[in-house]
């Protein structure tokens, strides 16, 4: 099943998610959302803006728990929210949540799907607040590496591969990257 916003909005209360995440995944569906619509209108795509939009707002439904259970769980959040979605039926979006964190089996060359929009959006937004991919990588290496070398490495070859899914993206799309703050703007007005 592919949840309704407004039922995504009541799982993101069911599971109490916090304002700041809730708040954060509102964001990261508004930058799906516009990705997704762009190129949909291309006519080349075919892609589920439900799904994308449903993906985009319970990607961080399983932080919660993982912010309960500490740090070492809270990296694992991707996989507890795909956990959350399967126990509620949400199959359809279990593997865009899953995959949030870390893209399994990116091509560059392939299909642009579901999954992709909605792991560069999540890249795109630091708390409520559409940032650049260098920026993004910044606040993950001071939040989450902690001066680990091995983790630090982990997530600057991530934030590559999701520079390598802005690309391609992209390639498809009549506005680049930085625009995206001005047209939710303008979205909200």
């Keep these: 099943m592919i949840p309704t916003i407004e039922q995504c909005l009541e ?7 916090p304002e700041n995440i809730k708040n954060h995944s509102i964001m990261v569906e508004k930058i799906a959302r516009i990705i997704t619509c762009h190129l949909k209108d291309s006519g080349a795509f ?3 803006l439900e799904r994308i939009s449903a993906g985009a707002l319970l990607h961080d439904i399983g932080k919660t728990r993982g912010l309960d259970e500490g740090e070492t769980y809270a990296w694992n959040h991707a996989d507890m929210g795909k956990v959350i979605c399967l126990e509620n039926n949400l199959d359809e979006i279990a ?6 964190v870390r893209l399994e089996n990116f091509d560059p060359d392939g299909d642009i799907n579901e999954r992709e929009i909605v792991y560069y959006a999540d890249k795109r937004v630091t708390h409520e607040r559409i940032v650049d991919l260098e920026e993004r990588t910044e606040y993950l290496l001071d939040h989450y590496a902690k001066k680990d070398k091995i983790r630090a490495k982990m997530i600057k070859e991530n934030m590559a591969i999701c520079a390598r899914v ?3 993206l992209f390639a498809h799309l009549r506005f680049d990257p930085h625009e995206i703050a001005s047209m939710i703007d303008r979205m909200d007005k």
């Design 11 to 17: 799982f993101m209360t069911q599971y109490e998610m």
């Design 46 to 48: 075919h892609l589920s």
């Design 95 to 100: 593997d865009i949540v899953k995959e949030h």
């Design 166 to 168: 802005e690309k391609k």
